[in-house]
Structure formats: C-alpha cells, structure tokens
C-alpha cells in the first residue's frame, strides 16, 4: 500500500492513488467531497475560515490540532485523522456543546466565518477544560470575524468550558480508541510515491530514506508545514514537482532538552518548540506566541523556517543572537555549523545537493545574560515582520559589557548580526551614553530597502531605538520610546 495517501476523513477511510503534489484539503474538501462548512476566506493561512482538525499518532497517543484547510497539501496527511465541521453533530443531529454556545451567546452573524471559529474553539475544547481569556484568545488569534467584534465569541468559548457532557458524546472522545487503531494500521511500510505525468509526490518512510531521496532528487520541494510553500501555489499558482513531504518523520520530531540548552528537530511544530522553550527562554516563547495563529504554529516548523531562508523569518534573528547551531543531513553524514554562516544571500543557504536541515541546538542563556526579542509589525498579532530585533548580553560585576550579541530581521537580504554595533559596545559600560555612541554604528551595519511593510528609514530607526529599549528594559527604566526623533 505505498502508492497512496491514506487517511480517516470524519469517520471515513480514504485512500488516494491519484493525488496532485500540490493539490490542498480545502480544494479536496469542497470540490471532491462537498463538506462546504469549511470555507475559503483568505487562501493563505490568515482568515481560519478553513480551519478542521487533523488528528496524528505521536508517541503512541492521539493529538489534534486546528490546521488551516487552504494551505495544507493532500501529501502530508498519510495516517492522519481529518475532522471538518459537519463531524461535529451527536447522534440525534444536535449540535455540539461549542457550536450552542456561539448560538446562545449570539457569536455568528454573516455565518462565513463561524464554522472556522467552532473548529479553533473545539480543538481548544478537546485540550483545555476550563480555558482562561488569554488561553481563549491564543486560540483564537489565526481567526478573523468582522461582524461580531469576537466578544460574544469568547464569551461562547467561556460558556462551553462551565458544563460539558458526558464524554460519549463527543465524537472524538467517544471513538478516540477506535481511532487510534485504525491510523496504526494505516502506517506505511516503505517510501510513498505517487506520479501522475509530471506531478510526483513522495513521503519518505524514514530519515534514510528521505537522505535517498534528495540524493536522487536534489532539486525537490521539502514541505513540512507548508506555511510557507503553501502561499508558492495558492498565491503564486506555481507548480512544484517532485514535492517531497516530511512532516510525518518521527526522527525530526524530537524535543531534547540538556543542561545547556534544547536541541528542535526539524519537524518540530511552532506550538511543540513554545512548550520547550518557553519556560527556560520566556523572551522566546513570547515571540512564538506571535508567529500567525494557532493553526499556523500548529503546522510550521522551527527547521521550515529556517531553511526557507527568508530575511524576515522570525525564529533566525533570536536564535543566531542565542549563538544556535545548526545540524544538517544527507546520505554522506552529517554537517553542523553556527546557524548564522548558513545565510549566505538572499534565497540563497549554505546547504549541499542533497542536504536537509535535520536540527537545531539552542543554548540557554547563562543566568547572568540579559535576552531580549522584539518583533515589530503593523498589528500585534497574525502579522509579517517588519523589524524583530534580539539581543543577548553579558556584563561583568562592573556593569561593564563583555559580550553583546545582536541580530536582525528586516534589515538585510537575510537575518544578520550587527558586529560594528557590537563592537562598538564590548568593553563599554552598560550606560545609556554608551547606548547613544552605538547607535551612528547600525548605519555601517545595515542598509534596510523600502518596501509596503516599513521605509528604509523607519527600519533604520527603529533597530536603533531596539538596542535603546532593550536597555531601558535592563536597568528597570520605562521603555517607551519618545525622545528619539531623527528628521533626514
């Protein structure tokens, strides 16, 4: 059975021989299947008008996650648990406790987005008996609703965590164990492959076989969460083939935590990174809570996107200033390096034919270090970076600076320290006249271009007004930014 995708979609076993690369499960839902609860709003992974649950094995346990339909590709769903809406129901056609409360607390209005909020608030539901208002919040930060100002929605999350019912009711819990039996048998024993003319579509059985596979087809489309790649054709309208899917790979999915720090397999979800590293780097897990929505983070990756290379990715700069390293694979061994030698140039990365990113090994800062990452965007949640700016400082007993590292998104063809800035630090005292001395030494380092995000000269201001906050920050001093005021 390794010619094609097999899944459970609501209660169904399906199998797919015939399967386009690219071809996505709100396309799939729509227009093969006619389960039109789930919507198309956006395309790209913003609105949650799309959003179901897929349910996958992973330690031997069952986990759902909401997922945005629209940029979710066919290819990575073998021996997953797709969940759409219409699942919802009981078996009298009632409707599910968090589908009454958007009803009592009024929380639709035009309707178009509502199937998508249900979806956000049952997975939530499922995982978080009784969520608070920043849990709720979380969960609901990649839906857009412009009827009902999402109070009434809240409130419907908040009523549904008062009284639940017994848990055969639910659909989920009732058939959970049923579940779990079926995707075990649905398991692939080897390598995937599907092709139809020039379209091919590959699942690797295993981390060799993947290190195959790219020896033989180094030129092919790596997806794991697609966050990105999934915009190339929604947005784009490329055409990717051989596309090659490695979400499913239990060996990039590891978590391993040290004395020194944490190393992230390369197919580890946002949301798995967030539970790793927010207690020991609070600063970090902060800025994860800001990449997309649940349903993005749920599905992108630490190593997509670093490996994606864009120079406004925003796990590159905190990472790079908390001096990480990086792991990569292929057939003839492995590789590391520090995570900022593998940008090179814009779209272009240290990585060899035939090559992957298998890890990364994030250092915790020492307990005399200041870290700090600020991401800058037009509004707080849900948004393209702008500028994120991070910083790691080390001082001696004397307030004198030892070491400062300091990297940037934004502000170059890819992420990038700032060494005439540290330079010009190192050795200083921690004072707010040595801050104002630095300050001229971001010109030398950066040459930000204008584009619809932010002008050049607001990129160029504001990673200087960075370090200075991230001062304020240090010494206890308030860190709004009003002072500061350069006219060309």
């Not at 995570?339 to 990113?357: C, H, M, N, S, T």
């Not at 992420?415 to 800035?421: C, D, E, F, G, I």
């Not at 200087?464 to 006219?487: D, I, S």
């Amino acid at each position: 059975m390794n010619d094609s995708i097999r899944f459970i979609l609501n209660g169904e076993d399906i199998a797919l021989a015939n399967v386009g690369p690219t071809e996505t499960l709100l396309d799939f839902l729509r227009m093969k299947r006619r389960l039109t609860g789930t919507k198309e709003g956006c395309a790209e992974g913003d609105c949650g008008a799309c959003t179901v649950l897929v349910g996958r094995l992973a330690d031997g346990k069952l986990a759902y996650e909401s997922v945005n339909a629209c940029i979710r590709f066919m290819g990575s769903l073998h021996a997953t648990h797709v969940v759409t809406v219409e699942h919802l129901a009981g078996r009298d056609g009632a409707l599910h406790p968090v589908q009454q409360a958007l009803v009592d607390c009024h929380g639709s209005q035009c309707g178009f987005c509502t199937p998508g909020f249900v979806m956000s608030l049952y997975g939530l539901w499922l995982t978080k008996e009784k969520p608070g208002r920043r849990e709720i919040e979380k969960a609901l930060q990649g839906n857009l609703c412009r009827c009902t100002g999402y109070e009434p929605i809240v409130k419907a999350a908040e009523q549904v965590s008062l009284q639940r019912p017994s848990a055969l009711f639910d659909p989920l819990q009732r058939t959970r164990s049923e579940i779990v039996a079926r995707l075990w048998a649905m398991q692939a024993s080897g390598t995937i492959r599907i092709a139809s003319g020039e379209d091919r579509l590959i699942v690797p059985a295993s981390l060799q076989a993947l290190a195959e596979v790219l020896s033989e087809e180094p030129d092919a489309t790596v997806i794991a969460g697609a966050t990105d790649v999934g915009l190339w054709v929604t947005k784009q309208m490329r055409r990717l083939s051989p596309v090659v899917f490695i979400n499913h790979l239990s060996e990039l999915q590891s978590v391993t935590e040290s004395d020194d720090g944490v190393t992230i397999g390369a197919g580890v979800s946002y949301s798995r990174a967030f539970e790793a590293i927010s207690s020991k780097i609070p600063a970090l897990g902060r800025l994860i809570d800001r990449i997309g929505g649940e349903q993005v983070r749920n599905m992108g990756t630490i190593g997509g996107n670093i490996a994606n290379g864009s120079p406004i990715g925003d796990s590159p700069p905190p990472l790079i200033a908390l001096g990480a390293t990086l792991t990569l694979r292929s057939l003839q061994g492995q590789r590391r390096m520090p995570l900022e030698d593998f940008f090179i140039a814009y779209g272009k990365q240290d990585r060899r034919p035939g090559e992957f990113v298998e890890s990364v090994f994030v250092p915790y800062p020492k307990a005399a270090s200041r870290f700090a990452a600020y991401k800058i965007t037009k509004r707080r949640d849900e948004d393209i970076t702008a500028v994120l700016g991070a910083f790691l400082l080390t001082l001696d007993e004397a307030e004198t600076i030892t070491d400062i590292r300091i990297a940037f998104g934004g502000m170059a063809a890819t992420p990038k320290r700032a060494p005439t800035v540290e330079a010009a630090l190192i050795g200083k005292p921690w004072t707010e006249a040595s801050i104002d001395a630095a300050r001229p030494a971001f010109d030398a380092d950066f040459q930000p271009l204008t584009d619809w995000r932010a002008t050049a000269e607001y990129r160029q201001l504001t990673a200087k007004n960075l370090l200075t906050r991230f001062y304020l920050e240090t010494v206890g001093a308030p860190a709004e930014l009003k002072r500061f005021v350069e006219v060309a």
